[in-house]
C-alpha cells in the first residue's frame, strides 16, 4: 500500500520522477479553447510554508505563465458569484485580482486582490482546511456497512492546500460550481455506485440520490480514493486487466454508451493540447500518462480544468496499484454483471441531485 506519509520523501527519491516528462495543456475556459499551453507540472507558485512545514496557501497575481488548476476552480467561483467573466485559464492575472478584489469588497474583507485564508473561506474553497468530519444520513451514508452517527473524515490524501469536498450532501445548484456530483462526491470520474466499491475501496462511504435516470455516483472521504477506484474501473473493468497499451478511442467507447463519439475525443484533445487523439495509444500502467489522461477525461466531463494537484492524482493511483496484485491475482473481486462498463456510465446532460 502506498505510504502517504512519505509522499515528500518519495518524491526525492525519484518514485514521483516519470511525471517530469512533459504534457502540454490548453488555456481554456468552459466552451473556450485558447492558444497557449502548459506542463503537466502545474506550479504551486503563491503557497508558502507555514509555522511547523504546513502548506499555507496564498494565491496572488503573478506573472507566472503556468496555470495553476486550483486557480482555474477559484475563477469558476468567482464567475458564479458574477465577479469574474473572463476565461478560466488557471493564471492568476489582472483580471481575476480585479474579480478578486471586488468580491473581497463586497464581503467586508480587505480588498487587497490576495486570496489567503480569510477570502478563501468566503468563497467556499477547501484548499486551507486540513479535514473536516461529518455525520451523514442515507444514502450518503451507506448504512448496510456504516452505523448512524459515524463519523467521516474528509481530506486530501497529499494534505492542506489540495481539494476536497465535505459537502457529499449538497443540493445540486446549477449556478455553484462546487457542487457539481464529480467534486462533491470526491469521485471525479463519477462511478456509479457498485458492491465492488462498497466491498472493496478504500474510503468509500455512500452514494448520491439517484437521478432521474437511476444513476447513483459512488462517495469517497478523499478525492484520491475516487482516482483510485477510476483507475481500478479503466484497468481492470474496462480492459479487463491486459497490459497492452489502449486507444483514446476506445477508452471513450467504454464511456460514451449510445452518444457520439465525437464530443468526448473534442474535449479530450481540448484538454491535452491535441496529444489525446482517438489513436493515440495509452499505457494504462503508466500512472504519469494515467495521471494525463485522468486531467483531460475528468476536466472534459466537468467542463472546466478539474482542481486536482498532480501530487494528487498519483497518489490516487498508488492507491489503484495497491489494488492490482503485481503477480496477476485478483485483489478485488469482481462480479460478472459488474463487468458491463454500461452500468457506470452517467448521461452526459444536466447535473442532477
Same mark, same amino acid.
Given at each position: 500500500?502506498?505510504?502517504?506519509?512519505?509522499?515528500?520523501?518519495?518524491?526525492?527519491?525519484?518514485?514521483?520522477?516519470?511525471?517530469?516528462?512533459?504534457?502540454?495543456?490548453?488555456?481554456?475556459?468552459?466552451?473556450?479553447?485558447?492558444?497557449?499551453?502548459?506542463?503537466?507540472?502545474?506550479?504551486?507558485?503563491?503557497?508558502?510554508?507555514?509555522?511547523?512545514?504546513?502548506?499555507?496557501?496564498?494565491?496572488?497575481?503573478?506573472?507566472?505563465?503556468?496555470?495553476?488548476?486550483?486557480?482555474?476552480?477559484?475563477?469558476?467561483?468567482?464567475?458564479?458569484?458574477?465577479?469574474?467573466?473572463?476565461?478560466?485559464?488557471?493564471?492568476?492575472?489582472?483580471?481575476?485580482?480585479?474579480?478578486?478584489?471586488?468580491?473581497?469588497?463586497?464581503?467586508?474583507?480587505?480588498?487587497?486582490?490576495?486570496?489567503?485564508?480569510?477570502?478563501?473561506?468566503?468563497?467556499?474553497?477547501?484548499?486551507?482546511?486540513?479535514?473536516?468530519?461529518?455525520?451523514?444520513?442515507? @444514502?450518503?451514508? %451507506?448504512?448496510? +456497512?456504516?452505523?448512524?452517527?459515524?463519523? *467521516?473524515?474528509?481530506?486530501?490524501?497529499?494534505? $492542506?492546500? !489540495?481539494?476536497?469536498?465535505?459537502?457529499?450532501?449538497?443540493?445540486?445548484?446549477?449556478?455553484?460550481?462546487?457542487?457539481?456530483?464529480?467534486?462533491?462526491?470526491?469521485?471525479?470520474?463519477?462511478?456509479?455506485?457498485?458492491?465492488?466499491?462498497?466491498?472493496?475501496?478504500?474510503?468509500?462511504?455512500?452514494?448520491?440520490?439517484?437521478?432521474?435516470?437511476?444513476?447513483?455516483?459512488?462517495?469517497?472521504?478523499?478525492?484520491?480514493?475516487?482516482?483510485?477506484?477510476?483507475?481500478?474501473?479503466?484497468?481492470?473493468?474496462?480492459?479487463?486487466?491486459?497490459?497492452?497499451?489502449?486507444?483514446?478511442?476506445?477508452?471513450?467507447?467504454?464511456?460514451?454508451?449510445?452518444?457520439?463519439?465525437? @464530443?468526448?475525443? %473534442?474535449?479530450? +484533445?481540448?484538454?491535452?493540447?491535441?496529444? *489525446?487523439?482517438?489513436?493515440?495509444?495509452?499505457? $494504462?500502467? !503508466?500512472?504519469?500518462?494515467?495521471?494525463?489522461?485522468?486531467?483531460?477525461?475528468?476536466?472534459?466531463?466537468?467542463?472546466?480544468?478539474?482542481?486536482?494537484?498532480?501530487?494528487?492524482?498519483?497518489?490516487?493511483?498508488?492507491?489503484?496499484?495497491?489494488?492490482?496484485?503485481?503477480?496477476?491475482?485478483?485483489?478485488?473481486?469482481?462480479?460478472?454483471?459488474?463487468?458491463?462498463?454500461?452500468?457506470?456510465?452517467?448521461?452526459?446532460?444536466?447535473?442532477?441531485?
Amino acid at each position: 500500500m502506498f505510504d502517504f506519509e512519505n509522499l515528500g520523501q518519495k518524491r526525492q527519491a525519484g518514485i514521483l520522477a516519470k511525471v517530469s516528462e512533459t504534457s502540454t495543456f490548453p488555456v481554456t475556459r468552459r466552451h473556450v479553447l485558447a492558444s497557449s499551453t502548459l506542463p503537466f507540472l502545474v506550479a504551486f507558485a503563491g503557497v508558502r510554508r507555514a509555522a511547523g512545514g504546513s502548506q499555507d496557501p496564498v494565491f496572488r497575481l503573478t506573472k507566472s505563465q503556468v496555470p495553476d488548476r486550483r486557480v482555474a476552480l477559484l475563477q469558476c467561483v468567482l464567475e458564479d458569484k458574477g465577479f469574474y467573466s473572463s476565461d478560466v485559464d488557471g493564471l492568476f492575472g489582472p483580471q481575476t485580482e480585479s474579480a478578486t478584489k471586488a468580491f473581497q469588497a463586497a464581503h467586508g474583507i480587505t480588498a487587497d486582490g490576495v486570496v489567503s485564508i480569510r477570502t478563501g473561506k468566503a468563497l467556499g474553497l477547501p484548499f486551507w482546511d486540513t479535514n473536516i468530519m461529518r455525520r451523514l444520513d442515507p @444514502p450518503f451514508r %451507506d448504512d448496510a +456497512k456504516y452505523a448512524q452517527g459515524t463519523q *467521516f473524515d474528509f481530506r486530501s490524501l497529499a494534505g $492542506l492546500g !489540495n481539494f476536497f469536498s465535505g459537502q457529499p450532501d449538497a443540493d445540486y445548484d446549477s449556478s455553484n460550481t462546487l457542487t457539481r456530483r464529480a467534486l462533491r462526491t470526491n469521485n471525479p470520474g463519477a462511478i456509479n455506485i457498485s458492491n465492488w466499491q462498497r466491498d472493496s475501496m478504500n474510503g468509500y462511504m455512500g452514494c448520491t440520490l439517484p437521478d432521474r435516470h437511476g444513476n447513483q455516483t459512488a462517495i469517497y472521504e478523499a478525492p484520491e480514493y475516487g482516482v483510485g477506484a477510476w483507475g481500478f474501473l479503466l484497468r481492470k473493468i474496462y480492459f479487463n486487466g491486459s497490459k497492452d497499451k489502449v486507444t483514446v478511442g476506445a477508452i471513450v467507447d467504454k464511456y460514451r454508451g449510445k452518444n457520439s463519439r465525437d @464530443p468526448y475525443i %473534442d474535449g479530450y +484533445k481540448r484538454y491535452s493540447a491535441g496529444k *489525446f487523439s482517438e489513436d493515440y495509444e495509452v499505457d $494504462l500502467y !503508466n500512472n504519469a500518462i494515467l495521471a494525463r489522461l485522468a486531467i483531460a477525461s475528468y476536466s472534459h466531463e466537468f467542463g472546466s480544468w478539474y482542481p486536482l494537484t498532480d501530487d494528487q492524482l498519483l497518489a490516487g493511483f498508488a492507491v489503484t496499484d495497491g489494488y492490482i496484485d503485481a503477480t496477476g491475482k485478483d485483489v478485488v473481486v469482481v462480479s460478472p454483471e459488474e463487468m458491463d462498463p454500461t452500468i457506470y456510465i452517467i448521461e452526459p446532460e444536466l447535473e442532477l441531485p
